[in-house]
């Protein structure tokens, strides 16, 4: 018995569950701009909510599996916030294992999102774009040299616009330009997370086929770079709110400016050292949760 939960915890620790709050958080932001302009489904919302954190664990356990055939979690050095799960390579989870929990949590993932294409034909094109990211992810599309785009797309537009979506009245083909300049923020922000954590698995990537921004730019060059996403991610906030297109309340998202500068300075210095680069790592999580939440809350004080 204590061997049977010893193993349902193990696969629980391989979804990677302290990285799915990114997830409420990028459909908080969708929900709050529905709110904002007179949209609520408490139901929806639930369900909304189950089907993107499936997709999360999907792409988390798929990721790891598809990591480990590669033989790039071999090589990876690990840290807190990058290098995957590290179960496989330990033997505390077999592949197969791995595989059936990513697979079976986007199939019951997709059966939720069928729900919502019956009522919203609109979200086809978003639900399916979906689940080629999650399942091409790691095989295909580490391959292209952008990869940081695509999770940066799936965790900003299609998360947050298609949370939107699901508040509107059912059948409803609208899609509101706010929803879409929320989306822009939470997109910049988690592709650049992907990319901060890229450079510590530069090395063990190189080796194994990725090919990803940090690669195509070098370690120091990824550092400045990452900073200046940092600077897109926040322009898109201000600039919507100079033209009235968003909320002035959502200005609240800056908050997290002192946090992102003293990442930002972490890893101009320590790009090339990946022990003195872990603070900056986490402060750069931070800045990603926090931002977006911050916009959430924004919304939902103008809507008031």
Do not use: W
Not at 198 to 213: N, S
Request: proline share 6%; charged share 10%; aromatic share 10%.
């Amino acid at each position: 018995m204590e061997l049977e939960m010893s193993k349902k915890k193990i696969m629980f620790l391989e979804t990677r569950p302290q990285f799915l709050l990114l997830t409420p958080v990028c459909v908080s932001v969708g929900f709050a701009a529905a709110v904002y302009e007179g949209y609520f489904n408490g139901l929806h919302l639930v369900l909304a909510l189950i089907g993107a954190l499936l997709a999360h664990i999907s792409v988390n356990v798929l990721n790891d599996y598809f990591d480990y055939k590669r033989g790039t979690d071999l090589l990876t050095v690990k840290t807190p916030f990058s290098g995957g799960s590290g179960f496989l390579p330990q033997g505390l989870v077999k592949p197969e294992d791995a595989f059936k929990l990513g697979f079976g949590s986007l199939i019951i993932g997709l059966i939720i999102g069928a729900y919502f294409i019956y009522n919203y034909p609109v979200l086809l094109p978003i639900v399916a774009l979906a689940a080629f990211l999650i399942y091409a992810y790691t095989p295909l599309l580490t391959k292209v040299g952008i990869t940081e785009v695509f999770p940066g797309l799936g965790f900003g537009p299609l998360m947050v616009i298609g949370a939107y979506i699901t508040q509107l009245p059912v059948g409803s083909f609208h899609i509101s330009p706010t929803a879409i300049l929320a989306s822009v923020p939470a997109g910049i922000l988690v592709s650049n997370l992907l990319f901060l954590n890229e450079i510590p698995d530069y090395d063990a990537d190189l080796k194994t086929g990725r090919k990803h921004g940090v690669i195509l730019l070098g370690k120091k060059r990824s550092s400045r770079a990452y900073v200046l996403f940092l600077a897109l991610a926040y322009a898109s906030i201000v600039i919507p709110v100079i033209l009235n297109l968003l909320p002035l309340y959502a200005l609240l998202g800056l908050a997290t400016i002192p946090i992102a500068v003293k990442a930002s300075k972490g890893v101009l210095k320590n790009f090339d050292q990946t022990d003195k680069l872990v603070p900056s790592l986490g402060q750069n999580v931070l800045v990603v949760l926090a931002t977006p939440a911050l916009v959430t809350i924004g919304f939902l004080i103008a809507a008031i």
